[in-house]
């Protein structure tokens, strides 16, 4: 690739460059050649721009103000979208590629700035970053837009001098509309939620119920029929080749159909939709199915997966719910051994369609769970994690302004009720300390508790998004804090993914 043909004398003279300024910083990584102009990212006080040093002539698409150093002038451009659409032009690294069926870890940056260090923990681990990864939900809350995520990750490889490829996911969707929102910024990794169309009461259900509900399938648009189903599902007992056997009985195969009929058909909805409206444009899909009541079965799963098989739609991954609980912000909560015997068996079933990757949602500092996976070697998998980079980033505010972490903590217990509504997690308030009461020096514990990890975890939106009263200037104040400690940041965040990263090494 050109782009890893940065001679060392460029970098020498864009370092003498900036040392000329007051107050600049250069980002070593980010030196690229663009024609005969170069390209870098400085930093100056709390702000990052992009840098172009002109060869020849002044002339670059990029759009900022010219600067004089001595004799030569350099066009200093904000890293706002206009640029960020040029940069994705010149420089095909800086767009998502499809990351395919190999191990990968999404990285959920819900402040925009945490990308560099995704990279720095990612490098020579094996697995693919995809970088840009906000469900609809945390978009909302945060007040993002797919813009401005895929943005952050565009300068953030740029920043980083990252050549090797990322993904970008649209997660959670569930509309068509939904895939319209994130698609035009470039995603590449289609996140299909289907949970409104589960039947979770189906254990419940008399067998006459179940054979109405059954009926009622959208039969059609699932190109089958009741009879044709129930006798390919039973006539194809499957044996795993880890020696499991799927041979479901007629009471079975109805309350796996009756729970999962419009998945299916849904899932197949929005498959079509995206290949006919879209036929040019890389994608790929992962069904995530993790947000149900009771873990997903294996027969379950084998249902799910055969038939979108034979409706012709390939998945890339594929999230069940698994067993035990998988809270927000904290460790797995469940037995391992059982957790370890089904992954083995959902692999075992991915293996029979393809061999999409086993998807694990919730992944923020599921440690044990990496153990498992890890020490297991198996299969691909896909990582999600989010929250966790936001909590690292209020580590990095605990150490560096501590007053200010008061503030958010205090402001996170009172917003508790309210914000723990959508949200699966079992934090005891009266386990907290004040943080009014507590020294200075042991707010760091806040985010090492697991109780305080889960309040501070689901009150991000209210933190971030600017509408409550007492946090108007959270935000601002959050990415000034971050800004200025930057390194700090970094630091904090390559520290907590490397914990994550090594069980798989
Ligand atoms: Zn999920």
């Not at 190999?102 to 094996?126: I, M």
């Amino acid at each position: 690739m050109q782009v890893d043909q940065i001679d060392k004398e460029m970098v020498v003279k864009v370092k003498n460059l900036v040392r000329q300024l007051d107050g600049y910083t250069l980002y070593e990584h980010s030196v690229h050649q663009d024609g005969p102009n170069v390209l870098v990212i400085v930093r100056k006080g709390v702000d990052k721009y992009l840098w172009v040093i002109p060869g020849a002539a002044v002339e670059t698409e990029f759009e900022g103000k010219e600067i004089k150093v001595g004799s030569d002038s350099i066009i200093e451009c904000d890293l706002d979208h206009k640029n960020a659409e040029i940069l994705r032009s010149k420089f095909e690294f800086t767009n998502a590629i499809l990351i395919g069926k190999t191990d990968s870890y999404g990285f959920g940056d819900r402040l925009g700035n945490a990308g560099p260090a995704h990279l720095r923990a990612v490098k020579g681990t094996g697995f693919k970053p995809v970088l840009a990864q906000q469900s609809i939900r945390e978009m909302e809350r945060t007040k993002r837009t797919p813009e401005d995520v895929m943005d952050a990750a565009s300068w953030a490889v740029f920043q980083e001098g990252y050549h090797d490829g990322f993904g970008a996911d649209g997660d959670h969707l569930k509309t068509t509309d939904d895939i319209d929102y994130v698609i035009k910024a470039g995603y590449t990794m289609f996140t299909i939620d289907p949970s409104d169309f589960v039947v979770n009461e189906v254990a419940e259900m008399s067998m006459d119920d179940l054979e109405k509900k059954f009926k009622e399938l959208p039969w059609k648009h699932l190109e089958d029929t009741p009879s044709e189903l129930l006798k390919r599902v039973k006539n194809n007992s499957i044996e795993l080749r880890t020696g499991y056997e799927i041979s479901p009985d007629k009471e079975e195969i109805l309350q796996g159909m009756v729970k999962y009929g419009r998945v299916i058909s849904h899932t197949k909805l929005m498959a079509e939709y995206l290949r006919e409206t879209y036929p040019d444009h890389p994608a790929e899909l992962e069904l995530s199915v993790d947000e149900t009541d009771a873990p997903t079965t294996l027969f379950e799963h084998y249902l799910v997966a055969s038939e979108l098989d034979r409706l012709g739609i390939e998945l890339v991954s594929l999230a069940p719910r698994f067993c035990g609980d998988f809270e927000k912000g904290i460790d797995f909560k469940g037995d391992l051994d059982q957790f370890r015997d089904e992954y083995v068996e959902h692999l075992a079933i991915a293996d029979l369609f393809g061999g999409y990757k086993l998807s694990v949602h919730s992944g923020s500092d599921k440690f044990s769970v990496y153990e498992v996976v890890g020490s297991l070697n198996l299969g691909a998998v896909h990582v999600k994690t989010a929250g966790t980079s936001y909590l690292e980033a209020l580590r990095t505010v605990a150490e560096c302004a501590p007053n200010f972490f008061r503030e958010i903590m205090a402001f996170s217990l009172k917003r508790f009720n309210e914000d723990k509504k959508t949200y699966h997690i079992s934090a005891d308030l009266d386990e907290i300390q004040d943080p009014g009461k507590a020294p200075e020096e042991e707010l760091v514990n806040y985010l090492d508790d697991d109780n305080a990890r889960q309040v501070l975890h689901v009150a991000y939106g209210s933190v971030l998004s600017g509408e409550l009263p007492e946090a108007k200037d959270f935000k601002k104040r959050l990415m000034t804090v971050l800004e200025e400690n930057e390194a700090r940041h970094y630091q904090n965040l390559k520290k907590h993914f490397d914990k994550h990263l090594s069980p798989f090494a």
